[in-house]
């Protein structure tokens, strides 16, 4: 079947139009699930009403908005930024190109920051927090935390804000700041600061996924020349914004861990390298003297 088929036969069912685009998208690696997800943003239904209505005629308005979907996925375009919305630990997070799309393996971060010993009120800092995915999961999970979200870009903070309020999340104070700038003028002390910063490399950039390149804010990844930059410059700041014994927890590239260790330096007592779940070194865990 196809659009002119379908003009000549507009009974066509939402089955018949989910198998046809499941098909169109076979160089995804799931085309089912995003056929189904297409379908479910073209015709505004939630899962469930999606699988009851597989049987209902699909009017001619849903095929055009299916087929100018098609065309942008085809272009690249991911999911999520079709979707306008993507899901980190179990919550949704509202999603534009102004924002880098929340990546399962930054879960880790979450779930090291959860199992650390700090005070019963902690008070938490996430740098460069984008659409505010990591903020957001602590927030939920440590109601009694003060957080502070920061980013330099304006735009991803007022993400950040509404995917706080969209989780019903109200222990998050936002403030633009480059790296630890802002905090470190005002005296500012943390017990815990985590980040997931761009550490990306220009040499890198060309040869990443076109869906990446082409659509994720370059800023939100690319570090520098090595890749290196950031993480270095806020590895330098961090004790001056951490309290004795607090905790400076960073993702880093999968390659990047060893030579982090080495940037680190003198002013840890203890220093963990910390895998994700496909196995990857991808994040370092330090703890100031
Ligand atoms: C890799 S993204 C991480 C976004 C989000 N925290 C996540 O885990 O998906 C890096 C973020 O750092 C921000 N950023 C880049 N340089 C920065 C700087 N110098 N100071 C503060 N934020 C910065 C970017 O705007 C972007 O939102």
Known sequence: MNYKNYKKNPSETLETLFRWLAAQLRFSSCPFVEAR??????????????FKNL?????????KKVLALLKKRKESWPMA????????????????????IPRPETEILVEKALSLKLPERPQVLDVGTGCGNIAVALGREWPEARITACDLSLRALKIARENAARNKVK??????????????R??????????NPPYISEEEWPMLDRSVRDFEPRKALVAGPTGLEIIKKLIMQAP????????????????????????????????????????????VCLRRK
């Open 37 to 50: 997800l297409l379908l479910q943003l073209a015709l505004g239904l939630d899962e469930n009403s999606f």
């Open 55 to 63: 049987g209902q005629p699909v009017r001619r308005g849903v095929w």
């Open 81 to 100: 930024y079709l979707a306008g919305k993507k899901e980190f630990w179990s919550l949704e997070f509202k999603v534009n190109r102004q924002v880098l």
């Open 171 to 184: 222990n998050i104070y936002f403030v633009k700041s480059n790296l630890l700038n802002y905090f470190i």
């Open 186 to 195: 005002r005296r500012k002390k943390f017990d815990l600061i985590v980040s």
């Open 240 to 283: 001056r914004c951490l309290k004795r014994s607090a905790y400076l927890l960073i993702e880093v590239g999968s390659s990047q861990a060893e030579v982090v260790l080495e940037l680190a330096g003198e002013n840890w007592q203890e220093a963990e390298v910390l895998k994700d779940y496909a196995g990857f070194f991808r994040a």
